[in-house]
Nanobody
Framework: VQLRASGGGLVQLGGSLTLSCVAS????????MGWHRQALGKQREMVAS???????NYADSVKGRFTLSSDITKKTTYLQMHSLKPEDTAVYYC??????????????WGLGTLVTVSS
């Protein structure tokens, strides 16, 4: 199982950016997928997560600005980020709890994608 994130970059204060994460592998069952982020010198924190049943959690700091969605057929999740602030600057990591017949359910992490918000 691999998670591949894309979409990071440099954006101005108040701008928007959309991150994508694609899960690849054979016969995957995605239990949950979402995003964490880690700013320089800070601990990694949950940004948004979605369960297989469609329940979504957001960090308080991004509620109303970020939207998590998914395309099950493409095994892809999207994080739409609006009204970006400098404090949103971080490396964003895609993560998922994914079931395979061979390995059961495990947590997987993608390589991070850097989001920089300039003021």
């Amino acid at each position: 199982v691999q998670l591949r994130a894309s979409g990071g970059g440099l954006v101005q204060l108040g701008g928007s950016l959309t991150l994508s994460c694609v899960a690849s592998g054979s016969n995957l069952v995605i239990n949950s997928m979402g995003w964490h982020r880690q700013a320089l010198g800070k601990q990694r924190e949950m940004v948004a997560s979605m369960t297989r049943g469609g329940h979504i959690n957001y960090a308080d700091s991004v509620k109303g600005r970020f939207t998590l969605s998914s395309d099950i057929t493409k095994k892809t999740t999207y994080l739409q980020m609006h009204s970006l602030k400098p404090e949103d600057t971080a490396v964003y990591y895609c993560n998922g709890n994914i079931y395979t017949f061979q390995s059961g359910s495990n947590d997987y992490w993608g390589l991070g994608t850097l989001v920089t918000v300039s003021s």
